[in-house]
């Protein structure tokens, strides 16, 4: 069986792990690594069937199959290429890191040669399997619009480098708009799904972004627009934000877990 090895112990790691607990995804839950021992042990505990050892990042390589990244930006860039190193597959949640082309380009190499999967869930969207599809071809434009309440873009370096305050904002206020690889650093826990979208399409710096604080909303809504030789697509998804933490959606939690279950089916459906 699968041994899988869950970094980040927050909302969608804890997704994860109790997925995995219940037997919705078939593998074996083996270690968990996280900054805050807190948290491991707290979410150890919300499990029936699996006690994974809490272990560091080096013993958790050492021990599993495949490893799930789910805690930051900062912890792709210090464990993916270590894990890719070591020989195992890695599923990427904090995509929003590849916007770093070097970092992008190495993470690519490594994985060839040591011929490991990576693995980039769909998030918070809809439509990845159509811009994969589309991608087939040529692509003139794509655009993610995200919608969020104003509460939930707090701590985004980008607000508080403008000194925006967000409990003030009394109706639709469009905060940035530009490429794809700023609006990941500007936005790091709130746009992840800029990078996925880049990443299937046309690139970081090609893929516009669009960022708006909306006080009558409450809930997260991602729209994509996207343009090519196919046609024109255009979705929309209206996300019920994170309980534990409003800057996640919880299909981003269950896109994961799909990813999961894909890795291990002899099925495949979609792009």
Known sequence: MLKIGVIGCGFIGGQICRAIDKGVIKAELYALCDS?????????????????????????????????ESASQKAVRLMVPQALEAGRDVMVLS??????????????????????????????????????????????????????????????????ALGIKLEKIEKETLLFEGPASEAVKAFPANVNVAATISLAGIGFERTKVRVIADPTLSRNVHEITVEGEFGK??????????????????LAALSAISTLKKILSPVQIGT
């Open 95 to 160: 995509v929003g890191a590849l916007a770093d082309e070097e970092l992008r380009e190495r993470l690519f190499r490594l994985a060839k040669q040591n011929n490991c999967k990576l693995y980039f869930p769909s998030g918070a969207v809809a439509g990845i399997d159509g811009i994969n599809s589309a991608s087939a071809a040529e692509i003139s434009s794509v655009t993610l619009t995200t919608r969020k309440p104003p509460m939930g873009l707090a701590g985004a370096p980008h607000v508080e």
């Open 233 to 250: 697509l255009t979705t929309r998804v209206e996300n019920l934000p994170s309980p534990e933490n409003p800057k996640t959606s919880y």
């Open 36 to 68: 805050s021992e807190r948290k491991v042990k707290e979410l150890k505990a919300s499990l029936e069937r699996y006690s994974p050892a809490s272990m560091t990042i080096d013993e958790l390589l050492q021990n599993v199959d495949l490893v799930v």
